[in-house]
């Protein structure tokens, strides 16, 4: 049986970065990692053709670790963000000059950056099981034991399950996922744009629902397009000039004037979390622990912060205390008010600016002018974007 302090179940954004933070915060600290798809780039689900915003804070912290470097070409600054309301007068620009930081954040190509993280991975002192998927899971009063497909048997005092929305390992341990459906799903793709973007991200409120545009490097941005489920297929099917006009035509030419559109992909939107973060010798971290509504950009950002307090407690507690009911109490602990934050934060925007109510609309318009116009207003939101949350309970 192989030993080890810390098992992680998902080898994609999250395990893989959580994998790479213990061990550099830890070296002397035994690390496996079990990943049920090999890294062949688009083939792994967790590193596909989308683009993710990493909030300011997350860069800092993904800094320490040499997980994240500006230089990167598949990464790229935003500088600006727009937040408006089509057909209403209400916007609001939030700018990285105003907060004295470098950028608010950045935009990461997925496939590129999985690439990376899984390159650190195999140079590193870490354990890797892959393709392996967990078979049986015993636990123990001081560890627990993980039987996989691929016959290994392995122990480790702390279990972290970072396998995604999905999590097969969630089920083993019987711990439920409360959820609901938006009857809204996201449309993603590529797009090219006339002239450039300048780092300018959007944030666009439309009658079909809330578009994001993230810039990307070679002129492109980001899009996500939140529609109503019936439409998506509509969408995903015409052909790339009908797109294009169809995007113009709901987004306005405050972005500039879109040239190209690459493949499309939808996926449906949900608001879930996990019934507890925390199971015996076993902690629940990003998709695995909560589902939220891409409107404000936060889902990897909040995993992020899942790993920089489950990190922080690893480094804190002796190597034997790992996983004993003081260091999961303390996690999620930790993690409750942060998770709940996001998730009515999101949940409350979608219902805002969903909303088609006249009265709402303009409630929603004069508090977006109202943030164009101070600063002090202004301030939750940007500290929002660029992740400055309180992660704890205290």
Request: with cysteine.
């Amino acid at each position: 049986m192989q030993q080890f302090d810390v098992l992680i179940v998902g080898g994609g954004m999250a395990g893989a970065t959580a994998a790479l933070a213990i061990k550099k915060q830890c070296p002397t600290y035994h690390i496996g990692v079990i990943e049920a798809f090999e890294p062949q780039g688009q083939a792994h689900p967790s590193f596909d053709d989308r683009s993710i915003a990493l909030a300011e804070q997350s860069v800092s912290y993904l800094k320490r670790f040499g997980l994240f470097n500006p230089q990167w070409s598949f990464a790229q600054a935003i500088h600006q963000v727009h937040v408006s309301d089509r057909g209403h007068f209400g916007k609001a620009d939030i700018d990285h000059q105003h907060y004295n930081c470098d950028a608010l954040g950045y935009v990461v190509e997925v496939n590129l950056y999985g690439n990376e993280l899984h390159r650190q991975l195999q140079s590193a002192d870490i354990g890797m099981f892959c393709p392996a998927n967990v078979a049986q899971l015993e636990q123990k009063i001081d560890h627990v034991i993980v039987t996989l497909t691929t016959g290994d048997l392995l122990s480790g005092k702390l279990l972290v399950l970072a396998d995604g929305a999905k999590s097969p390992t969630r089920e083993k341990l019987q711990l439920g996922f409360t959820s609901k459906a938006y009857e809204q799903g996201a449309l993603i793709a590529n797009v090219e744009v006339a002239g450039g973007h300048d780092g300018q991200a959007f944030e666009r409120f439309t009658e079909h629902g809330p578009m994001a545009l993230l810039p990307m490097s070679k002129d492109r941005y980001s899009l996500v397009w939140c529609m109503h489920r019936d439409q998506l297929h509509e969408y995903q099917t015409m052909t790339g000039t009908q797109f294009i006009e169809a995007l113009q035509s709901a987004f306005g030419f405050r972005a500039g004037i879109f040239t190209q559109v690459g493949e499309r992909a939808q996926y449906p939107l949900v608001l879930g979390k996990v019934d507890r973060v925390v199971h015996h010798r076993a902690v629940v971290i990003g998709n695995a622990a909560h589902a939220i509504h891409p409107i404000a950009g936060q889902g990897f950002n909040l995993g992020v912060r899942d790993i920089q307090s489950l990190v922080s407690l690893i480094e804190k507690y002796p190597r034997e205390a790992l996983g004993e009911f003081a260091f999961t109490h303390e996690f999620e602990q930790s993690r409750l008010a942060d998770i709940d934050h996001v998730m009515a934060l999101t949940d409350g925007l979608v219902r805002l600016f969903s909303n088609s109510s006249r009265l709402v609309a303009l409630g929603r318009n004069c508090g977006l002018l109202a943030m164009a116009l101070s600063t002090r207003l202004k301030s939750p939101l940007a500290k929002q974007l660029m992740g400055h949350v309180r992660k704890g309970n205290k």
